[in-house]
């Protein structure tokens, strides 16, 4: 913490010219540390980005330290042509907003490998939701919020926070890791022009054939945006819910209507339970005052691709007779089993994702 990029109260001064160039290690604003102790102290102030959706393209030379009150803030690194490295903000002790730093990349790399101060540094005190990449590779991390990460060229390495983020790698051969939350990798380009791979780690390959927007590997991502058309991945998530609840409701042939299966990510993405969204289905189908029998009726033949015979018939219906389960609790029973995942194909929809819309 004795440098000057992290307070201009330091007894280390890095106020040095870089040999061969007139770019000075230097403080031009107060540092990360002197920022949230005068705020503890005094209160906070406008902000250097101010309260609006304002994009803030950082410089390449000395220390500064930026501020943000409010707004959507969108932060270009475009000036940084060898490549940046950015995280969008941590939480740390003491401080009452997240704090992000941003370097180039050779600084990045430096400091972490060798111990060396940066040539250049910027610090992000407050909640920063965007980040737009440079031409070159760079290295950007999200943090809490929902952040929209563009890497624009070059083969960028983005990584979301734990928000719902939207991360797309534009040209070169990018790395796009999901992390928390509800995760889209956004491709320009149309579904065809693609290769989607399933491999063995569970990541996922993404090659366009047109050569305009690379090869990408996918770790973590649930969703996948192209220009006409959706992908849901997280078959052994909510889009796997989605799925079983429409093959054991609406039949097989539900799982190509790319509006149910929209529908239903909607709701559990945004919070329902498989519960819920197992009575919706149900009630949708055959409305909220159906017989135990015509519910057995439904499931069984969605799932077994036969009506069932009077014993079978007759077993099921005395488990919702008996109380042994409910409407929604024998549609969860019979969305889970092998036969459903079987006659649905969940293995094969785990490496073509789930159209969506």
């Known amino acids: 913490m004795y440098k000057e990029y992290f307070t201009i109260m330091s007894y280390d001064d890095q ?37 609006g959706n304002d994009t803030l393209t950082p410089g390449i030379a000395g220390y500064r330290t930026y501020f943000d009150t409010g707004g959507i803030d969108t932060v270009d690194l475009s000036e940084y042509t060898s490549g940046a490295y950015f995280n969008m903000g941590v939480t740390i002790t003491g401080a009452a907003h997240l704090v992000g730093v941003s370097m180039s990349t050779s600084d990045a790399q430096n400091m972490i490998a060798l111990g060396k101060d940066p040539a250049n540094l910027r610090w992000f005190y407050g909640e920063y939701e965007n980040a737009t990449g440079s031409a070159a590779a760079d290295q950007i991390t999200g943090n809490s919020l929902d952040n929209v990460i563009e890497g624009k060229d070059g083969n960028d390495t983005l990584s979301g926070g734990s928000g719902n983020d939207s991360l797309n790698g534009g040209g070169g051969d990018d790395i796009l890791n999901g992390q928390d939350g509800i995760d889209t990798a956004v491709y320009v380009g149309g579904r065809s022009a693609f290769t989607i791979t399933r491999n063995t ?56 209507n790319k509006e149910y299966a929209g529908i239903g990510l909607k709701l559990l993405d945004g919070g329902m ?18 017989s135990d029998t015509e519910i057995v009726n439904l499931l069984y033949t969605n799932v077994i691709g ?11 219906v005395g488990l919702l007779q008996n109380g042994s389960y409910n409407e929604t609790s024998l549609g969860i029973l019979a969305a889970d089993s092998t036969a459903n995942a079987d006659h649905i194909n969940l293995i094969g929809l785990a490496s073509t994702g789930l159209e969506f819309v």
Do not use: C, W
């Open 15 to 51: 106020n040095s010219l870089l040999p061969g160039s007139n770019v000075v290690y230097q403080a031009y604003t107060p540092m990360i540390l002197d920022v949230i102790a005068l705020q503890q102290a005094y209160g906070e102030g406008s902000g250097t980005s101010g309260s």
């Open 201 to 256: 780690d569970h990541s996922f390959t993404i090659n366009d054939n047109t050569h305009t927007e690379g090869t990408d590997t996918l770790n973590g991502i649930e969703r996948i945006s192209f220009s006409d058309d959706h992908l849901a991945l997280d078959i052994g998530g909510n889009a796997g819910i989605v799925a079983k609840t429409l093959g054991a409701v609406f039949g097989k042939d539900a799982l190509a």
């Open 273 to 290: 339970s498989y519960s819920d969204l197992m009575e919706l289905a149900i009630n949708t189908k055959l409305g909220a005052d159906a």
């Open 306 to 316: 036969a009506a069932p015979i009077a014993s079978d018939l007759n077993y099921y």
